[in-house]
């Protein structure tokens, strides 16, 4: 079990959490898991990967930031950045990929059950989060067998 790992999904279902209750990302809260974080993806040689990912993940949802500033939080794009240092190039794409998929399969469930309205607001770190968790433990396989189907 890689110990990393483990404290990266403890970080995210804490924001995951603190985000579903308040509809906020603290900054303080950002700031002390890039403090931790960090040092942790040095460590492990990742750093050039960890940068790209961050830059990566930070400059995908910033783009939707500046499209739709009432939809996409600033909260979303400094975690997408601080996710993308997590989980590394190029695996920060696998992690957008299931967050799209989980948070639309999650939000059209919720319309449809009339949890929420069209035009409602939700707080999309869940998503983003459950996206890098999965990445984080299972992206190498989920990797090997999409090119193990061709």
């Known amino acids: 079990m890689d110990f990393s790992n483990i404290i990266f999904t403890i970080f995210l279902l804490v924001i995951a959490w ?3 209750k308040t509809s906020l990302i603290p900054n303080l809260l950002l700031l002390i898991v890039v403090m931790i974080v960090l040092p942790m993806v040095i460590m492990e040689e990742s750093l050039l990967s960890g940068i790209v ?18 939809k996409v939080g ?9 996710i993308g240092l997590m989980v590394g ?17 999650a939000i059209a469930s919720l319309v449809a059950f009339k949890r929420i309205k069209v035009s409602g607001s939700i707080p999309y770190a869940p998503f983003l989060c459950s996206g890098a968790i999965i990445v984080l433990w299972a992206g190498g396989w989920i990797i090997n067998w999409y090119w193990g189907l061709f």
């Open 18 to 20: 603190v985000d579903l």
């Open 74 to 82: 600033a909260g979303d794009v400094k975690l997408t950045g601080i």
């Open 53 to 70: 990912g961050g830059c990566v993940g930070f400059g995908v949802v910033s783009g939707l930031f500046f499209l739709a500033p009432d």
């Open 89 to 105: 190039y190029p695996m920060v794409f696998l992690s957008l990929l299931l967050t799209g998929i989980i948070g639309c399969l």
